[in-house]
């Protein structure tokens, strides 16, 4: 194996322009004779648009143009679009509002953007803005998740009758009532969800720019996918044709899926910029990220676990209100629905399930994917309700969930998706030795010695991503297909360069899919170039999200590379003179089986674009192939992971002592980068089970809008982690990979909630557990044991 | 406007500047210098860090004209002579970034961290001293290590140094 070849830990080559400060973020970008936006925003949640008058503004120093809906809607400017069309149980297609760039009557959630104003300089545009006088005829606001589709609640779109966008389900719910009703155990669970808010370290940012001598839109943007962006901005919001529209995803700092969707700035911003025929930037302030970026989770859950007497799982349902926000997002509809129901059997073999999730609108920024996207809504529910479960019925965390896992695979679940391979055991094993599982007890006493309270908690999670085969997801309402696709460019000296649809906002595919590509051909690393991010120079790609890059993305190169090697034995047998069944390629050479004859790959490149061995007509010169890889299923990532906590009863204070994660990723390219990939997904998931939660108040006041009250997992807050693998192979992609993106997000939640709990004795703790949440359950326990 | 002057990276830099200008504004839109971010509103998450005469400011929280006179060095100054920093070095080296955002102040706030505490940090002590310092990507564990590692690259360079 090389020093940089497949499942070495090569150290990054990106690297080098961040720690120096070299990178080219948007904000970095500046364009001659830029004009600067700063977006209105309603401070209301919910009220009619009466008047805008801008007429002062309009006079401010450097004021180049100030535009509203109404101007988005003379220019037949299209609406944001949710993208996966999700039916109701009676057959009905979602009730979908229109979603203006900029509102249109009616402003429906505290940030919603009300109208743009152009300037020299942003100094000068937030001054004159302060000059807009706006009349709204504020209305009501529906804003608790649980109650927004009860009767007399605001309307908020009338598309919607009772702010209801779909009933969905999934399952059967017939056989699933019948083994709830002869089970010998029933565990009944309500949990929250808590709404989250990703905070990507760099804030949204656009710069739009019009050349009108060739009548050409250029967008740059904090884009996770700027051809699924230029696809949407041509096709359904009508800004140009698409091969007059460039847009271009540069160096992005972070994304988690917060960068997917497709938002009101950048729209404005691309379309501004050919109205006023000046360049127009964009950046978010924080606070603004805050209030318009898209939110996450947000589910209100009523679950039901049904026992048999030897302590197997008969049946689960489940009942989810899903906040989808005020507008549908661009995925909104399908993170609730297809990313989360189906994934309710966790690792379990679970006969029979059913579960309804009713969407609905409330005045709220629009709610989409974040780091997981349903499956760790999905996760929280099925490990806490276990988890309770085998607390109820007096059975060892570990081996109740043991005694329930899938053995034997494929397998089929109730709820759609078949697992393919996996080993449930095996990574149990290897978590509970790394945990120490065996001295729980010890450490458990000596904490209790100092007042202190210990506890212990599993999450044994499994995750559907390497997002996805397309006529699937087709059918279940998808309006894209979910295929990726790589160019592999040979230059005559031999240096490739690998053009794919994938994008890299923090995963090293600079690295990894160089990696990939080294080792194939037998080139050194540093010969390979990764473009991507660019519709200019890759043609067509979906992106980077769903954990896919790795399974799709880097499948899409290797099929390419397979042409490629099959192009190179042509040429190489025409240089060598031999016939083309003749020649091996291995570690970067060509040659004639059983001779010595042989050529590097460089020499087969500048003979591919030389052409003078071979009739250029009957192999055609070059060295260059494409290929789209639609994956045949979704990968399964699967793992276990222990939280050991420690809780403070006087303050509260939780510390996290000790993590342990055993996950199954299939093959690893780079263990250094998969290891990352689970820290940061940790990290979130604890934020969100500790301290993160975005607050509106009952008038739809975002009360959480800047870090001072939205809380931030930190350095301190965190322990050093202990990550390791067990590995099945992935049947689906020639590179047996699994994806590992998402995977820390989505088991941590419930393994810290399980862990307080059993610190605690108490049957549940909302999230975030803050010390005000926890001293309270603390102050509880400690009264119940007296009174035992 | 105000006139202002300082020391950027060794270079003499001036301009004449609306007063309110930050000193992050005035690196990143007067002098280009873009390695310093911008990433957040209340001063909390450090993708601003500098050094303002040998300290580490947060460039979101300091005007342009308060730094009149003063010495700053960016990211852009870190690296000496084509070579990079220890502490540079050591975020490749550990896989300390991710999307690298929030990366240049992590960086200048570990100089700092090591400048004030010396070079022999234990975990504790840097989890605790980048407090600062967000960073949504890497989950900070990879950060620890690659600061302890500067550290001692730092120790050992000023020992180095020290001895000749």
């Not at chain 1, 989360?340 to 006969?351: E, K, N, T, V, W």
């Not at chain 1, 108040?697 to 301190?716: E, F, H």
């Not at chain 1, 949440?773 to 326990?781: C, G, H, L, N, Y």
């Amino acid at each position: 194996m090389s020093a940089t070849g497949i499942g070495v830990s090569v150290k990054r080559k990106e690297d080098i322009r961040f720690i120096t400060g070299k990178g080219h973020y948007v904000d970095d970008i500046n364009r001659p004779g830029q004009a600067y936006a700063y977006f209105l925003r309603s401070p209301h949640a919910h009220a009619t648009i009466d008047k805008i008058d801008a007429s002062a503004a309009l006079k401010a120093p450097g004021v180049v143009a100030i535009l509203t809906g109404e101007d988005i809607a003379a220019d037949k400017v299209g609406g944001l679009i949710c993208g996966w069309m999700i039916h109701s149980k009676d057959g009905s297609p979602m009730k979908a509002g229109a979603h203006p760039a900029l509102a249109q009557g009616k402003v429906r959630y505290v940030g919603d953007h009300v109208a743009v104003v152009i300037a020299d300089t942003l100094a000068q545009a937030r001054d004159a803005a302060e000059k807009i006088t706006v009349e709204y005829g504020e209305l009501p606001a529906a804003v608790d998740t649980a109650t927004a589709a009860n009767p007399g609640q605001p309307q908020i779109h009338d598309a919607a009758p009772n702010n209801t966008v779909f009933n969905w389900h999934v399952g059967d719910k017939a056989s699933t009532d019948a083994a709830f009703a002869k089970a010998a155990h029933v565990t009944k669970l309500d949990l929250v969800n808590n709404r989250l808010i990703p905070n990507a370290i760099e804030p949204r940012a656009a710069v739009g720019e019009y050349d009108s001598g060739t009548d050409t839109i250029t967008l740059y943007t904090t884009s996770q996918n700027p051809h699924v962006a230029r696809l949407v901005l041509s096709a359904f919001i009508g800004l140009a044709p698409e091969h007059k529209l460039r847009v271009i995803a540069p160096d992005v700092g972070g994304g988690f899926g917060s960068k997917i969707f497709i938002y009101a700035e950048e729209t404005v911003c691309a379309w501004a910029a050919k109205k006023i025929d000046r360049p127009v930037k964009w950046t978010a302030e924080r606070t603004e990220s805050f209030l318009s970026d898209a939110h996450g989770r947000d589910h209100v859950t009523h679950a039901e676990l049904a026992l048999d007497a030897q302590g197997k799982i008969t049946g689960l349902r489940v009942h989810t209100i899903a906040n989808l926000g005020a507008y549908l997002s661009t995925f909104a509809s399908s993170v609730p629905t297809y990313l989360y129901g189906i994934l309710l059997s966790g690792q379990y073999d679970i006969p029979v399930i059913y579960c309804e999730v009713d969407a609905v609108y409330t005045n709220t920024a629009p709610v989409d994917a974040y780091r997981g996207a349903g499956r760790p809504e999905a996760t929280f529910v099925v490990e806490r309700i276990v988890e309770k479960a085998a607390r109820e019925t007096g059975r060892d965390s570990a081996e109740f969930r043991r005694h329930n896992f899938v053995k034997t695979f494929p397998h089929q679940t109730p709820v759609i998706l078949a697992y393919d391979v996996g080993d449930y055991s095996k990574a149990l094993d290897k978590a509970l030795e790394l945990a120490d599982y065996k001295g729980v007890a010890q450490r458990k006493a000596a904490s209790a010695a100092k007042g202190m309270l210990r506890g212990v908690g599993f999450s044994a999670y499994i995750e559907a991503c390497g997002l996805a085969p397309s006529a699937a997801v087709g059918s279940l309402g998808a309006g894209v297909g979910l295929w990726e696709s790589a160019e592999v460019r040979v230059n005559p000296i031999g240096t490739v360069e690998i053009l794919t649809g994938s994008h890299s906002h923090g995963q090293g595919h600079e690295t990894t899919f160089a990696q990939l590509v080294s080792s194939r051909l037998g080139i050194p690393i540093d010969n390979i170039s990764i473009v991507h991010g660019d519709t200019d120079k890759v043609q067509f790609g979906m992106g980077t999200y769903g954990s896919r890059s790795g399974a799709v993305g880097m499948a899409a190169i290797s099929k390419a590379l397979d042409k490629i090697e099959t192009k190179a034995k042509k040429v190489a047998g025409h240089v060598l003179e031999a016939s083309e069944q003749d020649i091996e390629f291995k570690d970067g050479k060509f040659s004639v089986k059983g001779t010595d004859k042989s050529i590097d790959f460089g020499s087969v490149a500048l003979n591919a674009y030389t052409a003078h061995k071979f009739n250029g007509q009957e192999l055609e010169p070059g060295l260059k192939e494409t290929a789209f890889w639609d994956p045949t299923n979704f990968t399964f990532p699967a793992g276990v992971h222990i939280c050991e906590l420690e809780i403070d009863p006087q303050t509260g204070v939780v510390t996290i002592d000790r993590w342990t994660a055993v996950d199954d990723f299939g093959k690893l390219i780079n263990p250094m980068i998969v290891e990352g990939q689970v820290h940061g997904g940790i990290a979130q998931g604890v934020g969100q089970a500790l301290m993160e939660a975005a607050h509106y108040d009952g008038d739809g006041q975002l009360l959480t809008a800047s870090y001072m009250d939205y809380c931030m997992p930190r350095a301190d807050n965190l322990p050093s982690f202990k990550v390791d693998t067990v590995e099945t192979p992935c049947p689906s992609n020639p590179l047996g990979i699994k994806g590992c993106g998402e995977a820390g997000a989505i088991a941590s939640p419930p393994a810290v909630i399980n862990a307080i709990t059993d610190a605690l004795g108490h049957e549940d703790v909302s999230m975030p557990a803050t010390p005000q949440v926890v001293w309270r359950a603390a102050q509880k326990a400690v009264t119940k044991r007296a009174a035992e | 406007m105000v006139h202002v002057s300082m020391a950027v990276n060794g270079r003499p830099a001036s301009a004449d500047v609306d007063p309110r200008t930050l000193l992050v504004q005035f690196l990143r839109e007067n002098l280009r210098l873009t390695g310093t971010h911008v990433g957040c509103d209340t001063s909390q998450c450090g993708a601003c860090v500098v050094h303002v005469d040998g300290r580490a400011i947060k460039s979101c929280t300091i005007l342009a004209a308060s730094c009149d006179g003063a010495q700053v060095t960016t990211i852009e100054g870190l690296a000496a002579n084509g070579k990079l920093h220890p502490m540079q070095q050591a975020f490749q080296d550990n896989h300390g970034l991710q999307c690298g955002f929030c990366t240049p102040g992590m960086i200048m706030a570990a100089v700092d961290l090591v400048n004030r505490e010396g070079s022999n940090l234990d975990e504790a002590a840097i989890r605790h001293g980048l407090e600062g310092n967000i960073c949504r990507c890497t989950g900070y564990h990879n950060i620890v290590r690659a600061v302890a590692q500067g550290a001692r690259e730092m120790g050992a360079m000023s020992t180095a140094k020290a001895a000749e």
